[in-house]
Every structure is written in structure tokens, then in C-alpha cells.
């Protein structure tokens, strides 16, 4: 039998606290594992770096995103591929709803 998970509206799922970072892990296939964080605004996650190449996906509210060098306005319906070892970082404009995919690579 085939196992499978449908969420009709992923942003019902992720809460936004009324201070600080939420986050979850929503599922873990493998290696791949998908967390979904939700930011109050003014929030931030300083600048860090993944082992394993990621993907940013912002469901709702506007953010300030570093990759790299390079800053982005980011928005609802915003999209983010970041190789290993990026340097990157998150800033919360207002409430953010966001997923993040980390995906299968080498350590």
C-alpha cells in the first residue's frame, strides 16, 4: 500500500508565535526532510549554513533573505535553492509562514 500525506492548506498548518521562531518537522523521507517555521515579525535567524543542499519556500509575509552576498525582499510565493554550506539568514518583516526543504546530498 502506498503511503502518502495531502495537506489541502499548508499555511493552516504553520503557527506563528507571538515572539520568537516556531518550527516543526512536517515529514522526513530519507535523507529529505521538510520543516515548516513560522516567524513573528522583527524576527531573525542569523547567518548559518545547511550540510545538505535546501530549498526556502515563504507561504505568507515578507522577509529580508541573505544568500551568500546577495539580500532578497521575499514575498508570498517566493522561492530559494541553496547548495550546501551557503551562508544565509532570515529576517521577519512581518509574520512569516515558511518551508523549508532540506534535500538528499553529501555531507
Known amino acids: 500500500m502506498d503511503v502518502y500525506r495531502f495537506i489541502e492548506n499548508i ?4 503557527k506563528v508565535p507571538e515572539k520568537g ?3 516543526q518537522t512536517l ?8 520543516i515548516i ?6 524576527e531573525e535567524l542569523s547567518e548559518h549554513t545547511a550540510s545538505v543542499p535546501a ?3 515563504f507561504v505568507e509575509g515578507e522577509a529580508e533573505v541573505t544568500l551568500g552576498s546577495d539580500r532578497f525582499s521575499a ?3 517566493s522561492w530559494a535553492f541553496m547548495p550546501a554550506k551557503l551562508p544565509h539568514s532570515i529576517q521577519a ?4 509562514r515558511m518551508i523549508l526543504y532540506l534535500l538528499p ?3
Open 11 to 14: 499555511a493552516q498548518e504553520i
Open 21 to 23: 521562531i516556531w518550527s
Open 27 to 34: 515529514q522526513r523521507e530519507g535523507a529529505a526532510k521538510v
Open 37 to 42: 517555521f513560522g516567524f513573528a515579525a522583527g
Open 55 to 57: 530549498i526556502l519556500h
Open 75 to 77: 514575498r508570498a510565493g
Open 93 to 96: 518583516k512581518s509574520e512569516v
Open 105 to 107: 546530498g553529501t555531507v
